[in-house]
């Protein structure tokens, strides 16, 4: 089978690579803007892993899509957090890339759009958790509605022209390969800040709860729910359950054994108070998640920051 990863030198696109690369069966065409940007990737040296480099916005030459089976879609210019700033902007910009990928999946016979949507922010300020697939989707960032709107468009593009598709409603997957130091990903920053002894920055009171899963969990799930069929095409990928940022900070610390400093900085309108997810349809399908603990991935993202990174 012939896939491509779109924005695959990403934290989830370099786990997603090095997971689907191991089936020698397949090959792998993996996308992104710079070629500096798979390093992490091109340590495993694999056989049957082509890289191409393009700009994955509204320049990009969709003739890449030729004899491609099925496509991973991990393309997004904004993160959830900073969403709100450059609203037109970035929904102008996400959008019209996701058209044309759909146009051009349908052009050259792409079978199958995996789409990496998100679990986090599509429901909004939803309470009433865990959140299912049916819950109704009001986001309150222009990430969530990006997202939302994207699922949306693989919808109407199957019902109009036959493309199959997955959604992926991905919950706060941690781990190898994400960025450290950069605006998300709270177990893998903080994990990283504690290690370090600097100063971890909390914003709101800690009382914000979110659904955090090791990316090797997310990564396996992914790939199932891709392959199978199935009734449904939408699908939550989260643990199952709900940790405070208060709780994480305390299993750090107590799991790394170190002290960590903490200072609280006024919360953000874009933070949801509560949100985790409900994985009953996934494991219906599919069989139980059976994720690692928090504890487990601290430690192993941990021992992966202290070999690579520190």
Request: aromatic letters at 10%.
């Amino acid at each position: 089978m012939n896939i491509m990863i779109l924005a695959a030198a990403s934290f989830i696109g370099t786990n997603l690579t090095v997971k689907l690369a191991k089936n020698k069966n397949d090959r792998i065409t993996v996308v992104d803007k710079n070629v500096d940007y798979f390093s992490a990737i091109n340590e495993y040296n694999f056989s049957n892993v082509d890289i191409k480099i393009s700009s994955l916005d509204e320049n990009t030459n969709f003739e890449i899509l030729k004899n491609q089976d099925v496509v991973y879609h991990l393309v997004s210019s904004n993160v959830p957090t900073t969403s709100n700033k450059h609203i037109s902007q970035d929904i102008r910009i996400n959008l019209a890339f996701s058209l044309d990928l759909l146009e051009a999946c349908v052009r050259y016979g792409v079978k199958k759009v995996v789409f990496i949507s998100s679990g986090g922010t599509v429901y909004g300020k939803v309470v009433n958790c865990p959140l299912n697939e049916k819950t109704p989707t009001y986001p309150i960032s222009s990430y969530g509605l990006q997202k939302i709107t994207i699922e949306k468009l693989l919808y109407l593009y199957n019902y109009i022209y036959g493309l199959d598709y997955r959604i992926i409603r991905l919950a706060n997957p941690y781990g190898p390969y994400q960025r450290p130091n950069g605006v998300i990903g709270a177990v893998t920053t903080f994990t990283y800040k504690a290690i370090k002894g600097e100063k971890i920055e909390v914003f709101g009171d800690g009382s914000v709860v979110r659904d955090f899963i090791y990316i090797d969990d997310a990564v396996k799930a992914i790939i199932k729910i891709a392959n199978a069929s199935s009734e449904y095409k939408t699908f939550n990928l989260g643990c199952g359950y709900g940790t405070s940022i208060r709780e994480l900070l305390k299993k750090i610390e107590t799991t790394l054994n170190v002290e960590i400093n903490v200072v609280y900085e006024k919360g953000r309108s874009v933070d949801v108070p509560i949100n985790y997810l409900d994985i009953s349809r996934y494991e219906r399908c599919f069989g139980e998640l059976n994720p690692i603990s928090l504890e487990d991935g601290i430690m192993k993202t941990a021992e992966f920051l202290r070999r690579n990174i520190l």
